[in-house]
């Protein structure tokens, strides 16, 4: 197993861009999400979904879109970067909801310029 | 409003020391899980804490909670220099859609 993916590692954006941060997992995971890294304050929850075609929001969704076509799938959409948007990004996933032991992705870090 | 506080958040130690990071938390919660990462690396699961007075051990670290104070302790026992990393508390809400809320981080350096 590969466990949780993560595409790209590194990407520097400019102002007003767009893009795509891919996240797969090969387990078999209804529970996926999205978090975000900033220094001094731990990791904050993006969006989630708790199986294909089922998302929701989390703590600082703004700015940000997801879909779950498929199990293994969960992209994050960057709609207009903006410099506020320089992060590490985390995707993680887990056996069921209710079942929360999560596993990361190797993280992918963010620059908008 | 759904809250974790760790303290302390920094935290230097000698090698052989003991020390212990608090994680408060605001409301009744599902379970608690502490996560160790090491700088440029992703998160690793250290403990998965179910119910009051659960306590689990991992080496030289040990993990408790007690959910009638919300309060989650990781005890360092003869701290070693490879332990150095940030360690993260985390607690799950399951009526809030599963969410996984997390402390600031206690950033951990042990010296020799």
């Known amino acids: 197993n590969a466990g949780v993916t993560q595409t790209p590692k590194f990407q520097v954006l400019k102002t007003g861009q767009s893009m795509t941060l891919q996240c797969a997992q090969d387990?078999?995971?209804?529970?996926m999400s999205w978090y975000r890294q900033d220094p001094g304050m731990g990791l904050r929850l993006i969006h989630y979904?708790?199986?294909?075609?089922?998302?929701d929001q989390g703590e600082v969704p703004n700015g940000y879109n997801v879909s779950r076509s498929t199990t293994e799938d969960f992209p994050l959409r960057l709609l207009s970067a903006a410099p506020s948007q320089t992060s590490v990004y985390f995707c993680?996933?887990?056996?069921?909801?209710?079942?929360?032991?999560?596993?990361f992705g190797p993280g992918t870090r963010l620059t908008v310029l | 409003e759904l809250k974790v506080e760790q303290n302390p958040l920094f935290l230097s130690m000698q090698e052989g020391k003991n020390y212990t990071i608090y994680c408060n938390y605001s409301?009744?919660?599902?379970?608690l899980y502490w996560y160790r990462q090491d700088p440029g690396k992703s998160l690793e699961s250290l403990f998965v804490?179910?119910?009051?007075?659960a306590v689990k051990q991992e080496g030289r670290l040990m993990a408790s909670l007690d959910t009638k104070a919300r309060l989650s302790t990781l005890h360092i026992t003869a701290a070693v220099h490879d332990l150095s990393a940030t360690y993260f508390c985390?607690?799950?809400?399951?009526?809030?859609?599963?969410?996984?809320?997390f402390g600031q981080g206690t950033e951990l350096s042990v010296k020799p």
């Open positions: 993680a996933s887990s056996r069921q909801v209710r079942y929360n032991e999560q596993f």
């Open positions: 387990m078999n995971h209804e529970y």
């Open positions: 979904s708790v199986g294909a075609g089922i998302t």
């Open positions: 409301t009744t919660s599902d379970r």
């Open positions: 804490l179910l119910s009051n007075g």
């Open positions: 985390a607690v799950t809400y399951y009526n809030q859609g599963g969410k996984l809320i």
